[in-house]
């Protein structure tokens, strides 16, 4: 079975700055993987390269055996992004940010996924509503819906929580591990060890632009834990 996500020697340079510094990575399907790191380690840096938003420098990155630059568009389809920035046209409803995004896949009878996605993410009520109308915690699940639209076998959500309440995030936790269950392989970014332990089965530690740790979710914190316990110690 090809790996849901692979990234060989993944380099990315903004002149002397390297914002990835050889990054191998392997997400295998049905994994819930958990990609840690503090401010500016790289991670939105790897996702945009894996969204094929930005060319690496060097390396190759596949998803689902579909290499990223060579074929583009398959490999766009095998993957629904959730982005850390919400960026909307304000004056475009809800249901048609949906239709155009599913019009870019080339989806024209998309609508019967769309209202189940609306109603998943409760957000039916607001289907004909503005997107300037929406509070910011509407907004970053229009984000997630968007995502979905193409029924994307890998799902990749950049820091999906920040500035949600606690409510909606548990609701968001709940939906995105069904997914998983139904077989989706997620990637979620955070800066918490304690949102990854929860949900991931496997996690990779990000630390300036390379991998410094990356294992299933208990041997990691095992490994996390002697680290600091032998730091208190000395
Ligand atoms: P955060 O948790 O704050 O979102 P991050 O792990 O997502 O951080 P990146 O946004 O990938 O980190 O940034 C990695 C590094 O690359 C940082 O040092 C950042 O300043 C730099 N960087 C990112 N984009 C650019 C750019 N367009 N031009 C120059 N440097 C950039």
Request: hydrophobic share 45%; net charge neutral.
């Amino acid at each position: 079975m090809s790996a849901a996500i692979s990234v060989e020697a993944a380099v990315k340079r903004y002149g002397s700055l390297e914002a990835l510094g050889g990054v191998d990575l392997e997400v295998r399907q049905g994994d819930f993987f958990g990609l840690l790191g503090p401010n500016g380690a790289g991670k939105t840096t790897l996702i945009s390269a894996l969204a094929g938003l930005l060319r690496l420098s060097s390396g190759h990155i596949r998803i689902m055996g579909r290499d990223v630059v060579a074929d583009y568009r398959e490999a766009r389809r095998q993957v629904g992004i959730v982005p850390q920035e919400i960026v909307f046209d304000p004056f475009f409803s809800v249901r048609e940010v949906l239709k155009i995004q599913s019009g870019y896949f080339g989806l024209r009878h998309n609508d019967d996924w769309i209202d189940e996605l609306l109603f998943r993410l409760d957000l039916s009520a607001k289907a004909d509503a503005n997107m300037r109308q929406l509070s910011g915690g509407m907004k970053r699940r229009v984000l997630v819906a968007q995502a979905l639209v193409h029924r994307p076998p890998v799902i990749v959500l950049d820091e999906p929580t920040a500035g949600v309440d606690v409510e909606l995030r548990q609701g968001l936790w709940t939906f995105v591990r069904e997914l998983n269950e139904a077989g989706h392989t997620i990637v979620l970014t955070t800066h918490y060890l304690e949102e990854a332990q929860s949900l991931c089965n496997r996690i990779a530690m990000l630390k300036a632009g390379r991998i410094v740790a990356l294992d299933d979710t208990a041997n990691l914190l095992r490994a996390v834990e002697g680290l600091t316990m032998k730091v208190k110690v000395e």
